[in-house]
């Protein structure tokens, strides 16, 4: 199971949110050096997040992921207003690894089928969920329509094998993940998750390591980590032990 540090990026700078709201923290004003420091404590993917691309539709901070996918030696995804295919491959020419997917991947299901069969697995499709519905434009609005199993389910027939899942009322609470509720996706859908949200101790990520064998793959980790309840390389000794 992949221990994966987040970068939440706003106006240039390592923000955390609380719930998706703009009641920000700023952690850095050096995202480069930030993905330097999880790279060198351990990290095997970097996860980077645009917030003021998620929130206006369209990624702002494109230079800052370039310079961080060109400079590190793992690889880093990328999601946060990715609504077209010409930003997709800027991304990859950019040398991201897997392009993150919300909002358009959601409301827009030919737009999705057609990106899959373009990218295949180098895009990956985040289901934001807030009492198992999903969330979308910034977590600003709902998807009223449709549950995130019976989403993730659809993504799994067009030939997905993994999702982003995140429970967005956990998101930043440093209250616990929603452990049952990654258990009920892992079961309902046999799919491969990477799980976010809510992770604040080593005791959290001992509980979700009992979900491996039935495809818990990653863990985003994020204002645990800026916060010190304990450092990366203590999480991935935990994890491999």
Same mark, same amino acid.
């Given at each position: 199971?992949?221990?994966?540090?987040?970068?939440?990026?706003?106006?240039? &700078?390592?923000?955390?949110?609380?719930? !998706?709201?703009?009641?920000?923290?700023? &952690?850095?004003?050096?995202?480069?050096?930030?993905?330097?420091?999880?790279? #060198?404590?351990?990290?095997?993917?970097?996860?980077?997040?645009?917030?003021?691309?998620?929130?206006?539709?369209?990624?702002? +901070?494109?230079?800052?992921?370039? #310079?961080?996918?060109?400079?590190?030696?793992?690889?880093?995804?990328?999601?946060?207003?990715?609504?077209?295919?010409?930003?997709?491959?800027?991304?990859?020419?950019?040398?991201?690894?897997?392009?993150?997917?919300?909002?358009?991947?959601?409301?827009?299901?030919?737009?999705?089928?057609?990106?899959?069969?373009?990218?295949?697995?180098?895009?990956?499709?985040? $289901?934001?969920?807030?009492?198992?519905?999903?969330?979308?434009? !910034?977590? #600003?609005?709902?998807?009223?329509?449709? !549950?995130?199993?019976?989403?993730?389910?659809? $993504?799994?027939?067009? !030939?997905?094998?993994? $999702?982003?899942?995140?429970?967005?009322?956990?998101?930043?609470?440093?209250?616990?993940?929603?452990?049952?509720?990654?258990? +009920?996706?892992?079961?309902?859908?046999?799919?491969?998750?990477?799980?976010?949200?809510?992770?604040?101790?080593?005791?959290?990520?001992?509980? $979700?390591?009992?979900?491996?064998?039935?495809?818990?793959?990653?863990?985003?980790?994020?204002?645990?980590?800026?916060?010190?309840?304990?450092?990366?390389?203590?999480?991935?000794?935990?994890?491999?032990?």
């Amino acid at each position: 199971m992949l221990i994966i540090p987040a970068i939440d990026l706003e106006d240039g &700078y390592v923000v955390r949110y609380v719930q !998706g709201k703009k009641n920000k923290k700023v &952690y850095s004003k050096d995202p480069l050096k930030v993905a330097k420091y999880w790279v #060198k404590q351990g990290a095997k993917l970097i996860h980077l997040v645009d917030l003021d691309g998620a929130f206006s539709g369209k990624p702002k +901070n494109l230079g800052i992921v370039k #310079k961080i996918a060109g400079s590190i030696s793992v690889p880093v995804e990328f999601g946060g207003g990715v609504r077209d295919i010409a930003t997709i491959n800027t991304l990859i020419g950019y040398g991201v690894s897997r392009v993150v997917l919300g909002t358009r991947a959601i409301l827009d299901r030919p737009f999705l089928t057609k990106v899959f069969s373009k990218f295949k697995h180098r895009v990956i499709v985040s $289901l934001d969920a807030k009492q198992n519905k999903l969330q979308v434009k !910034g977590w #600003k609005s709902a998807d009223q329509g449709i !549950g995130v199993v019976d989403f993730a389910n659809s $993504l799994r027939a067009m !030939g997905f094998k993994e $999702l982003i899942y995140t429970d967005t009322l956990k998101d930043g609470t440093l209250s616990g993940p929603n452990i049952l509720g990654i258990k +009920n996706l892992l079961k309902a859908t046999s799919l491969n998750i990477i799980a976010s949200g809510g992770v604040s101790s080593l005791k959290d990520i001992s509980r $979700l390591k009992k979900l491996k064998k039935q495809g818990l793959i990653g863990l985003i980790v994020g204002k645990a980590l800026y916060e010190g309840k304990f450092t990366l390389s203590e999480a991935l000794k935990l994890e491999r032990g």
